[in-house]
């Protein structure tokens, strides 16, 4: 079983900057697409970023031009790179791949607020 943690969230004011990373136990994670999700209070989780094996990307609207969701299949981790943080953007972040076949980690709290 692929084990995910997810890191590197806290509180930032809008307008700031934080990097996300999502590691995954065994070397299996480079056979898959990774994606990241984020849920906010009272939401539904949305994939917000996915990378695939071979490096294509793909972002919901909502994000694209201020993430950018890379990978390092040689230290089995995917990162996401928020810059422009709004308050919208607040929410729990996750990853997994795109139809959330492996297990879920436990997430990392993005906070957006002055």
């Known amino acids: 079983q692929v084990q995910l943690v997810e890191s590197g969230g806290g509180l930032v004011q809008p307008g700031g900057s934080l990097r996300l990373s999502c590691a995954a136990s065994g070397s299996i994670f480079k056979l898959y697409t990774m994606g990241w999700y984020r849920q906010a209070p009272g939401k539904q989780r949305e994939l917000v970023a996915a990378?695939?094996?071979?490096?294509?990307?793909n972002y919901a609207d909502s994000v694209k031009g201020r993430f950018t969701i890379s990978r390092d299949n040689a230290k089995n981790t995917v990162y996401l790179q928020m810059n422009s943080l709004k308050p919208e953007d607040t929410a729990v972040y996750y990853c997994?791949?795109?139809?959330?076949?492996?297990?879920w980690g436990q997430g990392t709290q993005v906070t957006v607020s002055s």
């Open positions: 997994n791949t795109p139809s959330g076949r492996l297990n």
């Open positions: 990378v695939s094996v071979g490096g294509s990307l």
